[in-house]
């Protein structure tokens, strides 16, 4: 007996078709601003179509996965409650998430309405939808655990490119490699591309992330999770980190 794929039927007023010239026109818009995160929702909107959808069948073939899927937390949501980021133990996931809040002043929340700025409904009662938001939300949880900080452009365009080896979602390859060329333009060097390269590579060595139970991860010894994750140290990007920093380029 032969297993059929899952009919891959997309969210309801959602494109399945990659908008090129969309992406594009995003994509320069991002490279002018990298605070301009409207336009990453916007490229990844463009390029990712049907990406979600293989990811959530991704999700339930995984050992606990369907149970993931089952509940169907909101973490934007969780990850909002002042009590909740406040319950974790020293030395875990979630206290170097709170740290990492506290550092750069991002929220959850806020992740979530720049996703919404084009008014584009976000909150569809769909599974793959589910899927979308959920992967949006653990983007900053990925930055703890990668050691990939959420300084502009290295930091981000190393952990798209392990984005991309994880989810295989074009939107994420499409940014690592404008931010790539963009730096060798200003640089004159290959280390950005290099340590974005490392990122793609860590996210290939990596356990697949997004099959992970965050509600349970977030009170784990973060040490530990790494190990259990084979998430390796991004040495050449705090390599590039420091020499950018010698070189007065870290904003490009």
């Known amino acids: 007996m032969t297993q059929t794929q899952p ?32 336009q990453v929702f916007r490229i990844m909107r463009a390029l990712n179509a049907g990406n979600g959808a293989l990811n959530y069948h991704r999700l339930l073939d995984t050992p606990g996965g369907g149970r993931i899927a089952f509940r169907r937390t909101e973490l934007a ?24 809040l506290s550092r750069t002043g991002y929220t959850a929340m806020g992740l979530a309405e720049v996703s919404q700025a084009d008014n584009v409904p976000h909150d569809a009662e769909h599974p793959y939808a589910w899927f979308g938001r959920r992967e949006r939300d653990i983007h900053d949880i990925w930055h703890v655990l990668t ?3 959420a300084d502009e452009p290295l930091g981000e365009a190393c952990l798209v490119a392990f984005s991309y080896a994880q989810t295989r979602g074009l939107g994420w390859a499409a940014i690592a490699l404008g931010a790539s060329l963009k730096a060798r333009r200003v640089t004159g060097s290959w280390m950005f591309a290099r340590a974005v390269i490392e990122g793609y590579r860590n ?26 994750l084979c998430i390796p140290d991004p040495v050449r990007y705090r390599e590039t980190q ?7 380029k870290t904003g490009l």
């Open 203 to 228: 996210g290939k060595r990596a356990t697949w992330l997004s099959g992970q139970d965050y509600e349970q991860l977030m009170h784990e010894p973060i040490d530990s999770v790494r190990r259990r």
């Open 77 to 100: 949501q969780l990850f909002s409650d002042p009590d909740y980021v406040a319950s974790f133990r020293p030395g875990t996931v979630g206290a170097a998430y709170r740290d990492f």
């Open 242 to 248: 420091a020499a950018l920093a010698a070189m007065g």
């Open 7 to 38: 009919q891959m039927l997309p969210v309801p007023g959602t494109v399945t078709r990659r908008d090129w010239k969309s992406a594009w026109i995003a994509l320069r818009k991002l490279l002018h601003d990298g605070n301009d995160t409207v």
């Open 147 to 149: 050691g990939y900080q």
